[in-house]
């Protein structure tokens, strides 16, 4: 706005020209000498966004409503950047109500003063920034579920010492929360270790649930097979909504304690890995209530 004095002086709101934004028409109203009455906006700048055309969509609606957040700014020429204004309330737009904003944006006083950087050469830049909200139709809901049903899976691993070079075995699948997992077990070692690497995969998911990332706290277990002296660790992970996420331990158990057979975990060439899924989390899409 060049000649900003002439127009301060009139008393007048300044309307800008029509402008497209998120599918509507509409106005900036601009009040250099502030809007008084029941705004409030005396001794202060006033501004407002003005709606002039409202969607088709909108308009087959008798009583249609637009829910928008306003940002409105002044350019600064002192740094060099835009000062931003927003009282962070979503403005409501109705057939009764086409205008919506700030009465009291900023005080005159530290506006008109030139040292403050807002007015450069008789000219200011202002501007608005306008986001609409949509109405919120589903709601992504998610639970975490502590000891989900089945939640235990146990895989014997027969002629252990005959399972040959062969890098990975997986077991059976098996389902828990809204989809299938298996266990991978490698007899050699992951990472140069020398010990039993166990890990569990996600899988495909249940037909008619949602796909998400998944959340996942579990154990794994080697099984002592004379005792209860079983090798356990714990662990929480988040797994992606693709296929083929693996965590787990890389030496879960070192070959050396594993082939001991007086210690119980290799038993007849046999072992068994067991994994129980403490928690895990499901995703639900809701109507919204919002």
């Known amino acids: 706005m060049v000649g900003f004095s002439e127009v301060k002086l009139s008393h007048k709101a300044y309307e800008s020209a029509a402008f497209n934004a998120c599918g509507h028409k509409w106005r900036l109203i601009f009040h250099p000498a502030g809007k008084e009455g029941e705004d409030g906006g005396k001794d202060h700048v006033s501004i407002y966004a003005r709606i002039e055309n409202v969607a088709a969509s909108e308009m087959l609606m008798n009583n249609w409503e637009i829910k928008a957040e306003l940002k409105f700014f002044i350019y600064n020429h002192n740094v ?140 794994l277990r080697v099984l002592n097979q004379k005792n209860t002296n079983h090798v356990e660790k714990t662990f929480w992970q988040f797994y992606s909504r693709e296929s083929g996420d693996s965590y787990g331990k890389a030496e879960l158990i070192s070959l050396e304690e594993l082939k001991d057979e007086s210690k119980g975990y290799l038993v007849k060439d046999s072992i068994v890995l067991e994994t129980v899924m403490l928690c895990v989390s499901e995703t639900k899409l809701v109507d919204s209530t919002i």
């Open 80 to 219: 060099k950047k835009y000062s931003v204004f927003q009282d962070g309330s979503v403005k409501h737009y109705n057939k009764s109500s086409n205008e919506c904003g700030l009465a009291q944006m900023l005080p005159l006083s530290k506006f008109n003063d030139p040292c403050n950087g807002y007015i450069d050469e008789d000219a200011c830049t202002i501007g608005v920034e306008i986001f609409v909200l949509k109405p919120i139709e589903k709601v992504e809901r998610v639970v975490i579920t502590h000891n989900p049903p089945n939640n235990k899976f146990t895989w014997k691993i027969s002629g252990f010492s005959k399972l040959g070079d062969k890098k990975y075995h997986y077991s059976d699948e098996f389902v828990i929360g809204q989809r299938h997992w298996k266990m991978s077990m490698n007899p050699k070692g992951d990472k140069g270790k020398n010990g039993l690497s166990v890990y569990v995969d996600a899988s495909a998911f249940l037909p008619n649930t949602v796909v998400s990332s998944i959340y996942a706290k579990f154990k």
